[in-house]
């Protein structure tokens, strides 16, 4: 689908987890998209999606092809990011629960606890409000999920559960989610995150 979202460039994270089905949704939506394994491949896009999967092995494998950096400038440089479940972890300024030796790319003033909702059996689906993302409730997937515990300055909850646990989170072009958006069909997440990186790359070229 051609559209208002043709220009934007957006890289997804591509050592483990949906990465193809992140794809598949932003393509429909318009976007050009590409998977970023390297930091050359970082500098062409304009956003990036870090998907889900395991925290612990995603932040192996970004420091083995040497991206901890290159994403951790990208973030601190204002590039978007949408993180969802284990992507929500790795931008994380604290992680609760983490392996021994993990690290977060951080950026995101937040304290996420790791598998908060139990094991893989123990998955979930819910319909969210998410105002400000749509007026009508959005489902959303839980897969071992992590939920954020504490939220600093500058960032804003954008959904909770009924029982008020925080399952997504923003912060100035950092959108960290803890559940799958990319599996059910509904691309109204995408969709917003799109819009906010087409006003990032509006305000970059007037800059300019």
């Known amino acids: 689908m051609a559209g208002k979202y043709s220009h934007l460039r957006i890289g997804v994270l591509a050592f483990q987890g949906d990465v193809r089905e992140h ?3 932003l393509s429909t939506l318009g976007a050009q998209v590409i998977k970023v394994r390297r930091p050359e491949e970082l500098a062409t896009v304009d956003a990036l999606v870090i998907p ?5 092995v995603m932040d192996k494998l970004v420091r083995q092809f040497g991206m901890q950096q290159p994403l951790r400038s990208a973030i601190a440089d204002g ?3 949408f993180g969802t479940c284990a992507g929500l972890i790795m931008m994380a300024d604290n992680v609760v629960d983490a392996i021994v030796e993990q690290e977060s790319l951080g950026g995101l003033h937040v304290d996420v606890r790791r598998n908060a909702f139990g094991t893989q ?8 409000p998410m105002p400000g993302v749509s007026e009508e409730l959005i489902p959303a997937t839980f897969i071992r999920a992590p939920i954020v515990e504490r939220v600093g300055e500058g ?12 399952v997504a989170v923003e912060q100035d072009n950092l959108l960290g989610i803890s559940f799958h ?3 059910n069909g509904d691309p109204r997440v995408h969709e917003y995150f799109l819009g906010r990186v087409a006003q990032y790359v509006e305000k970059k070229k007037a800059k300019i």
């Open 79 to 81: 590039m978007p990011v």
């Open 181 to 183: 958006p990319e599996v």
């Open 121 to 128: 059996i123990d998955s979930f689906e819910v319909d969210l």
């Open 155 to 166: 960032v804003r909850v954008i959904s909770q559960l009924h029982d008020g646990r925080i």
């Open 52 to 56: 889900g999967g395991e925290s612990s």
């Open 23 to 25: 794809m598949q949704v």
